[in-house]
Structures are given as C-alpha cells and as structure tokens.
C-alpha cells in the first residue's frame, strides 16, 4: 500500500484561516483532475469565507501556488513559487455562493503562473485588458497585488508562503502605479477603499482630489518605481545609409502605452533611472547620459537618451498612429502603430490609436 500524502502545505493555510475565521465552515471549491494529469484548473483549491469587517466580503485564499502537500522543490527556504492569492470581494445581501467569474479569474491567474513562471510580489500591478469580470460594465481593468493585511507571510514545513491579495484597479490608477508606484496609490486610496476590498461598481479613486493630489505629489517626489514595460509592438529597425543621406533608426511602439511610457520616462530618466521595454523579440533599454545615441547588441538595443531628448520624447509621445522626429536627436524616429485589443476569444474589441 502506497503511503497516505501529507498535505502539510494545505493545512498551515487552513491553520492561518482558523486564526482569523474560527470554526466557520469556509465554501470550499476543488478540482476534480490534477492540472499534471491533464485538468483545466491549476489550484487545488479555492476556499471562501464571510467576512463582515470592514464591511460584508468574501475572503477567497487560494491552494497551489505553494507546496501544498509534500516539498518537492530544491529550495528549502520557499514553498512552491512563495505565495499564495487572496481576494477580498464586496458581498452582496443575501449572496452565500462567491461569484464563479471570482473563482475563474483566480484560476487564470494560476495559468498565467503556471504556464509564464513568472511570479507575483507585494507592489505587483497586471492590466487584464478588459473588465476583470467578463461582460459586466465594470471600470476594473486592472489588478495589484499587495501583502493580505491579515494573513501576511507564514512559515511552513515546505518553506515560506506569503500571501498576496489581489486587488481590481481601473485603467488611470493603472497608469498611475506604473509612473509612481503601486503601494503608494493603494495607500493614497485607502480612506475609499477600506480592506483593499474589491467593489465592481466603484468609480476611479483618481476621481478624489485628495488622493489625486497625493499621487502627484509622490510621483514628482520619488519618480517612477516601474523599470520594465512590455510592449506588444516594439521593434527596432537600425539606421540605414542612403545614397544622399541616412534614414535613422526605427523605434516602433503600440499606441495603447505610449502615454505610460511617456510619463514614466519622465519619471525615471529625468532622475537618473533607466527604463527597459520588452517587445516579442528584442529588448530596448533606455538609459540616461551626458549625449543620446545607441548601440545594438543581438536583440537588445542600448539607448542613452540626454536630458533635452527625454524631455522632447516625453512631450511628443501621444497614442496616435504617426512618426515622431526629434531635433535632439536625428539619429532616431519613433513611429505609434495602432494597438488591437481583443477577447478572450482573439476578437478585437478596441483599437487605440
């Protein structure tokens, strides 16, 4: 007889959700086909529990982004990929099931993981290119990920879990974690948003004067905290020589993140920190220096960009398809191509640009 798995990872999680919520029986919700054995869920599972403070919510804790029953993995220090997510949702009256879309964008979650290998940590942001609750009218389109409050990080037998909740953001506080930093927005925002509960229906915490001035303030402050952007359409086609004169090199960006990048810039070379952007093939990291030019290097381009061509750059860049000419700088263009978002299901919804 083969022995009995411990799950020594499922039942610290389970211990930590006793301190909080005692013997209330959480709405628990499994998977039937091990992900390895070939099942549609990543998580094991999915535990919901009532909450009534600050407000009425669901508390969703998630079971498989650590190591939930025996160590597996080499590093003795981490469990698994070293958290787990949490979700605070507003109640509604009379609701006793959580939502299924909830449940769904967890496990989304745990493919993207899954599937990437890239891991989430506290000061996190990710745009879901659309509402987080499919076909709702919702301005959550977005989700930032912070320490749950509560929970924190633990100590378990297969290493470290922290836990991270995972917060529904709109599209400008999205900007403004990208050109600040995501803990500051969500503090800015906490008189509105009390827990960091996720509410559909809320408004833009930007729309608050208060918490605009605070961003603002913090972001001419401290600069941005974003190093890394990821564009669907950078590429870089290099200076070419003509029979008259050269055609400068290429710099093409999608339409949807030149206002991001645009502020970021602002936020990082003109306080002396470079920014890289990520395209499907090639890496551009711009950096700043006493005279702007560049340098190729397989697929990674290194471009330093003086203070009067960050400025220029910064000022220009609009999400409009066109090329953009920089008088400080001929050696480089940059053209905004039209940005095509689509559906789930590969249909475009939006075009920007």
């Not at 290493?159 to 917060?167: A, H």
């Not at 050109?179 to 008189?191: D, E, M, Q, R």
């Not at 603002?216 to 003509?242: I, M, Q």
Request: charged share 25%; net charge negative.
């Amino acid at each position: 007889m083969s022995e009995e798995v411990k799950a020594t990872g499922w039942d610290a999680i389970d211990r930590t959700m006793e301190a909080i919520y005692g013997e209330q029986e959480p709405k628990h919700y499994g998977t039937l086909v091990s992900y390895v054995l070939g099942g549609p869920d990543p998580l094991d599972g999915i535990s919901a529990y009532k909450s009534e403070t600050p407000e009425s919510h669901w508390h969703m804790v998630t079971y498989g982004f650590s190591e939930i029953y025996e160590k597996e993995s080499d590093n003795p220090e981490v469990s698994g990929f070293g958290f787990e997510l949490t979700f605070r949702l507003k109640r509604k009256k009379g609701e006793e099931e959580p939502p299924a879309w909830a449940l769904n964008l967890l496990q989304n979650m745990g493919r993207y993981v899954f599937n990437s290998g890239n891991v989430f940590r506290n000061g996190d942001y990710m745009d879901a290119n659309g509402p987080i609750c499919l076909e709702s009218d919702t301005k959550l389109t977005a989700l930032a990920f912070m320490t749950d409050p509560e929970l924190g990080t633990i100590e378990t037998e297969n290493g470290q879990v922290q836990f991270l909740q995972m917060i529904g953001i709109t599209d400008d506080e999205l900007e403004a974690m990208q050109t600040w930093n995501t803990l500051g927005v969500l503090s800015a925002s906490a008189a509105y948003m009390p827990g960091s509960i996720t509410d559909l229906e809320r408004e833009s915490f930007l729309n608050y004067p208060d918490v605009s001035k605070k961003v603002d303030e913090g972001r001419e402050r401290e600069g941005s905290n974003t190093g890394f952007l990821f564009n669907d359409n950078l590429s870089w086609v290099p200076e070419k020589k003509g029979l008259f004169r050269k055609k400068p090199a290429m710099l093409t960006l999608g339409a949807k993140q030149t206002e991001t990048i645009s502020k970021v810039l602002r936020g990082r070379i003109l306080k002396g920190k470079g920014l890289t952007l990520a395209g499907p093939h090639i890496l551009v990291v711009i950096e700043p220096g006493e005279k702007s030019g560049y340098t190729i290097e397989k697929d990674k381009v290194q471009l330093i960009l003086d203070k009067q061509s960050a400025i220029e750059l910064n000022e220009k860049l609009i999400p409009k398809e066109g090329v953009i000419e920089l008088s400080s700088f001929e050696q480089m263009v940059v053209k905004i191509v039209k940005t095509h978002i689509k559906d789930n299901e590969g249909n475009v919804v939006q075009v920007i640009g």
